[in-house]
């Protein structure tokens, strides 16, 4: 069975109620005072990629670091039931999760406010477990992390985690990489620029988007911001629902099929995209037909409120050919 390691980080979430009530958070409950009502869930990129690809039939382990406290405790349970692998997670006595609070306007659009800066998460590439963390990495099929989860390490917590990808891919292993920029997460954007360069050299495949890509480098046009990206395999999402794609052996455009329903939330659209096309890649799917895939499941999700659906609206799952045998890299 294809297996996938996400790397990142799971933070406690305040969400803003709607007429005072959960706005649907799973593991959520209200809490509140004066400003209004709060859902308190879980919330990550990469976390919602692994909800997305467990959903799917793919296994995922995730690599994180948490606190001993009972908020970890919940992600960690949390996690299982949703079938996604916690052999790799970290607990530090003493530590806590990260916060982060989440406005939602009447578009479906969000502020975020963060708590971060002492997370256990941000310890994970300089524990005494890093290494059999890292060496690990070789066992799965996929390595997929985003441009945040760069961004929680320093600049050789980023080297040490990226020579390990280098050598996973050496036997076979392939590393996906989603551009999600965040620019609060970094000191500075040429910091991102330099960690941005050392992913897309590294990667097999690249995620990204019109958005990511001119928060870093405005100005760009399309085929720059394309050009940047040495990677084999790239998918760029434009502003319009489309997107261009970029692979051995040719170039193709996929339009994602017209909404029929309204937007809610558009929170983890590009999360369960990118769970969406490394299944069906994993799956034996062309690029093209992954891209499909992506669009059909980020067009569901930010039909609810909230980074992850009701498991009874979950797309039925589709049949695909049998996964090609891992080959190493030359």
């Known amino acids: 069975m294809a297996s996938v390691a996400c790397i990142g980080e799971c933070m406690v979430e305040l969400r803003q109620a709607q ?22 869930g879980f919330g990550g990129d990469t976390l919602n990629t692994a909800v997305y690809l467990a959903r799917l039939e793919v296994k995922v382990d995730y690599f994180t670091a948490l606190g001993d406290d009972a908020l970890s405790d919940e992600m960690i349970a949390a996690w299982n039931a949703e079938s996604i692998g ?15 609070m989440i406005q939602t306007d009447a578009k479906g659009e969000r502020q975020f406010f963060h708590w971060r800066d002492s997370a256990a998460a941000r310890q994970l590439m300089s524990l005494p477990e890093t290494d059999e963390l890292l060496n ?44 999600n920029f965040r620019a609060r997460g970094w000191p500075d954007r040429d910091v991102a ?13 690249v995620l990204t988007s019109t ?31 489309v997107s261009l794609l970029r692979f051995p052996g040719g170039t193709s455009e996929v339009r994602a099929e017209p909404m029929t ?35 059909r499941l980020a067009s569901l999700v930010i039909c609810y409120p909230g980074a992850i659906i ?21």
């Open 136 to 179: 690990s990495l070789m066992s799965y099929d996929i390595v997929y992390l985003s441009a945040i989860t760069l961004s929680i390490y320093d600049a050789p917590g980023r080297e040490r985690l990226l020579a390990a990808i280098k050598r996973a891919r050496l036997l076979g292993t392939r590393f996906v990489f989603d551009t």
């Open 19 to 40: 007429g005072g009530h959960s706005a649907g958070q799973s593991a959520g409950q209200s809490a509140g005072q004066g400003g209004g009502l709060y859902s308190r």
């Open 86 to 100: 916690t052999r790799r997670v970290v607990r530090l006595p003493g530590k806590l999760p990260g916060l982060y």
């Open 193 to 205: 620029r330099e960690a941005f360069a050392a992913a897309f050299a590294t990667a097999d495949i």
């Open 261 to 295: 329903k309204p937007v809610v939330d558009t929170t983890a659209a590009g999360d369960s995209f990118a769970a969406a096309y490394i299944a069906a890649r994993l799956a034996g799917s062309e690029p093209v037909e992954a891209t499909q895939a992506g669009h």
């Open 310 to 330: 009701p498991g009874y609206a979950m797309p039925p799952k589709k049949r695909h050919r049998p996964a090609a045998t891992r080959q190493a890299t030359k």
């Open 211 to 241: 958005e990511d890509l001119l928060a870093l480098y405005p100005g760009e046009s399309r085929d720059q911001l394309m050009a940047r990206i040495p990677s084999p395999e790239l998918v760029f999402r434009l502003a319009e629902p």
